[in-house]
């Protein structure tokens, strides 16, 4: 399709224009809807983490005051275990009373002291836990953050403004059409085929038997036409003091120091000499002036 430049430029311009606006439109439902969500959670995980640092401080105060209790009791079981050396018989007799006494404290100390560390171990899992989650609720803020800078991406896509104005749009079908698998569109326009499949009713499963019937249609169509008449004497000189005359113009034109290219054509440039097929001739708008 030979377009005139100017229009292709305006078309160019309105669909950049249409474009802009859906990514406004797709920021203010970010902005109104997901974003509250998203710092509501952020805001949730900072309580968490205040509660659980405060509810950490119990246990570890526990166990602290426990091992100085332990440290108490080993000193004074030391002491009384060396009267228990001395050559005074009464200094061993008292000696071995504490040395009991002080043996069962230490060992119910130590008891008590692995039940308050395995409830200190819950709490640190729970402080652990929080921290983690907030790290994780501050990233995804982060992350939205830059998504509103490429909206058509990430959060963006959920929005009801991507999937009723770019779903469907003029990009999506250049670049399914065009195989174009390197968009970063691509996935989420292609997972939207089953979609609009499903809402049209379109049959799928029969989708290859009826491509066949249809090829089949076009051949027997191109078999069942009336074959031209066959050409005259005239007609055949007259074809090749044509394609003589062509053939002198095409080496006219390859000799010229400089050749220009036809770069219209979806395929890549081509010599202006050579013809492209109606079929080949895509119309679509050059990227250069779009900006997607």
Same mark, same amino acid.
């Given at each position: 399709? /030979? ?6 430029? &305006? @078309? =160019? ?10 990514? $406004? %439109? ?98 640190? /899992? ?6 983690? &989650? @907030? =790290? ?10 830059? $998504? %509103? ?144």
């Amino acid at each position: 399709m /030979d377009a005139k430049p100017e229009l292709l430029r &305006a @078309l =160019a311009d309105s669909l950049n224009s249409y474009d802009e606006a859906v990514r $406004n %439109l797709i920021r203010d439902e970010l902005e109104t809807i997901i974003r509250p969500g998203l710092e509501a959670a952020r805001d949730q995980a900072v309580a968490r983490l205040g509660d659980a640092y405060a509810a950490l401080k119990v246990p570890q105060e526990q166990v602290a005051e426990t091992d100085e209790a332990i440290a108490y009791a080993e000193k004074e079981l030391a002491t009384y275990q060396a009267d228990m050396e001395s050559s005074s018989v009464s200094v061993r007799a008292s000696a071995r009373s504490f040395v009991a006494e002080w043996e069962q404290e230490l060992a119910s100390l130590r008891t008590a002291r692995a039940q308050k560390s395995q409830v200190l171990a819950a709490f640190t /899992d729970e402080h652990r836990a929080a921290k983690d &989650a @907030l =790290a994780k609720a501050e990233m995804i803020l982060g992350g939205f953050e830059l $998504n %509103l800078e490429s909206p058509f991406m990430g959060y963006g896509r959920r929005t009801a403004a991507y999937q009723g104005f770019r779903i469907g749009s003029y990009p999506m079908w250049v670049t399914l059409l065009g195989n174009n698998t390197g968009h970063p569109e691509y996935d989420a326009f292609y997972s939207a085929i089953d979609d609009i499949a499903e809402a049209t009713g379109y049959d799928t499963e029969s989708l290859r038997e009826r491509l066949l019937q249809k090829a089949r249609t076009e051949t027997q169509e191109n078999f069942s036409r009336d074959p031209e008449p066959a050409p005259s004497g005239r007609d055949i000189v007259d074809s090749e003091l044509l394609s003589m005359e062509v053939a002198s113009i095409n080496r006219a034109l390859d000799s010229m120091p400089s050749r220009i290219d036809d770069y219209r054509s979806p395929i890549g440039a081509l010599p202006r000499n050579e013809a492209v097929r109606e079929s080949l001739r895509v119309p679509r708008v050059p990227d250069e002036m779009r900006t997607h």
